[in-house]
């Protein structure tokens, strides 16, 4: 018995919870926090996106290579051949194989020693320089020997493919030669559309880095806007809220002025009725109010209720539609986290969800419908007192 009544008197508090008091300050610095926080969330998906456009990078100059390979064996693809020519070519192979693996084992012990050493390569340069343009001078002819091994092995894993097929093709019969000839081709097609599809891929990556970038950057200005502003307050007001649910929800119409906010901010960002885009100079109709509040806030149902919808909308992200009493209608949108599903009876002051933000800013909008006739919402909600 003590179980269920201690059961009751909690769902009680859960449906009949009030905001604090509405601290403009505190919920500027909450929205910081946030933006900071977005920024962290772009700087690692910039991270991950780097690392997928260095593998396609790798992978398409793979295909690239194995492309080369395929059509300079189809252009000079013939049946029979001079085996001495073949026993050339792989003997000159081998000998290029074993300098580059000389001078590959040359530099890996120098990479060694002057580890064990503690020195540092640049600086042992630059100590031994007479003069920057010395420094310069011998910092690009290690940059170009570098490039020049590295072009080096690339050229030997070309031809060493190539005297691979090469060596195949000696082996088979006329047959099996056009048959060969014929899947070269068709290797070579294949080849050619995973390259498109990596290109894309690439394209794609960096195009998203490009956008996380922007968006770091407006970020970034919203975040010194937000920042200067909470500078220039000296005596931070506070707006009390009573969102105490004290009314009968059954005749929505006698709700006027006495309906409990939202969400725990006042700060009107777009108002009701007609507006101008700052930036584009467009005119456009706001159907309700749109509150600047952080990001994962509280959002409360007004009146007692029945989930009609939830919908995503790309301007308002997710929005929950409830229907009340003599066919009025509450619109609750850019939500992030929902708590609530279609057809789930509310009650007065249920946290139905959690703001979330959109493009521009981290807000909340909020809608009244009398059928489908919206309807101003400050003319509705309760009024505090700024202290």
């Not at 894309?200 to 968006?215: G, M, P, T």
């Not at 959002?299 to 009340?324: K, M, Q, Y």
Request: with cysteine; hydrophobic share 35%.
């Amino acid at each position: 018995m003590k179980r269920l009544i201690l059961i009751s008197i909690l769902s009680l508090l859960a449906i009949t919870r009030i905001f604090a008091d509405y601290n403009w300050l505190e919920d500027k610095k909450k929205q910081v926090y946030n933006f900071k926080r977005d920024i962290e969330n772009y700087e690692n998906l910039i991270q991950q996106s780097n690392k997928i456009i260095s593998e396609l990078g790798f992978r398409v100059k793979d295909i690239d290579e194995k492309i080369k390979v395929i059509s300079h064996l189809i252009s000079n693809m013939t049946y029979g051949g001079n085996k001495d020519d073949l026993l050339t070519q792989e003997a000159d192979l081998i000998y290029r194989k074993e300098r580059i693996a000389r001078l590959k084992d040359e530099f890996k012990k120098r990479i060694i020693w002057l580890y064990k050493h503690g020195s540092d390569y640049q600086t042992q340069v630059l100590f031994t320089s007479d003069s920057p343009s010395i420094l310069y001078t011998r910092l690009e002819y290690l940059n170009k020997l570098s490039q020049s091994r590295k072009s080096d092995f690339e050229k030997i894993k070309y031809e060493e493919l190539s005297l691979l097929e090469k060596k195949k093709i000696k082996t088979l019969n006329r047959e099996e030669f056009k048959k060969y000839f014929v899947q070269k081709r068709e290797d070579k097609d294949i080849l050619l559309r995973e390259k498109i599809n990596a290109e894309d891929s690439l394209a794609l990556a960096k195009e998203n880095v490009d956008i996380y970038e922007r968006q770091i950057e407006k970020i970034k200005s919203k975040i010194i806007d937000m920042e200067f502003a909470i500078k220039q307050v000296k005596n931070p007001f506070v707006y009390k809220i009573n969102n105490t649910p004290d009314y009968d929800s059954k005749n929505f119409e006698s709700l006027k002025g006495r309906l409990i906010i939202p969400v725990n901010s006042i700060d009107i960002i777009k108002d009701f009725g007609r507006y101008t885009n700052q930036q584009t100079g467009t005119i456009s109709m706001n159907n309700g109010i749109d509150v600047s509040i952080a990001e994962n806030s509280e959002v409360l149902c007004v009146a007692d209720g029945i989930v009609e919808s939830i919908e995503v909308i790309p301007s308002f992200r997710t929005v929950i539609i409830i229907r009340h009493a003599n066919d009025y209608r509450t619109v609750y949108g850019t939500l992030g986290k929902i708590m609530v599903q279609k057809g789930e009876s509310v009650k007065t002051g249920m946290v139905i969800g959690y703001t979330g933000s959109t493009l521009e800013n981290q807000s909340f909008h909020f809608e009244i419908r009398k059928n489908e006739s919206p309807l101003d919402p400050k003319q509705w909600i309760r009024r505090g007192v700024a202290v």
